[in-house]
């Protein structure tokens, strides 16, 4: 059993860069981890994922360019840097982990409880 908490979540004017934390209470190095995005009315969606040494990492096309993720095994962390910050961005972001490197949620076996993301314009 692995449980996720997140934090980092807040308020924030567009253009502005916000840094998402998951610390794992088990081995990160153990799983692929992910981020997630929920909007009010929408369904969870893929942010970001990373292999379970850094090696390799996917995004959604909507945030390539503006989004970082990364992991500090040591740590049992992984982060989500948000730079360039957009309105369209506003959701609860979810970290997830699994035994697959994978962009689909039912890949993912544990979720964390969720720290929101608002973006003023």
């Known amino acids: 059993q692995v449980q996720l908490v997140e934090s980092g979540g807040g308020l924030v004017q567009a253009g502005d860069s916000l840094r998402l934390s998951c610390v794992a209470s088990?081995?990160?190095?153990?799983?692929?981890m992910g981020w997630f995005r929920q909007a009010p009315g929408k369904e969870r969606g893929f942010v970001a994922v990373i292999s379970r040494y850094g090696g390799r990492t996917s995004y959604t096309d909507s945030v390539k360019g503006r989004f970082t993720i990364s992991r500090d095994n040591a740590k049992n962390t992984v982060y989500l840097q948000m730079n360039g910050l957009k309105p369209e961005d506003t959701a609860a972001y979810y970290c997830?982990?699994?035994?697959?490197?994978?962009?689909?949620?039912?890949?993912?076996?544990?979720w964390g409880q969720g720290t929101q993301v608002t973006v003023s314009s």
């Open positions: 997830a982990a699994g035994t697959n490197f994978n962009t689909q949620t039912m890949g993912y076996d544990y």
């Open positions: 088990g081995r990160t190095s153990d799983y692929a």
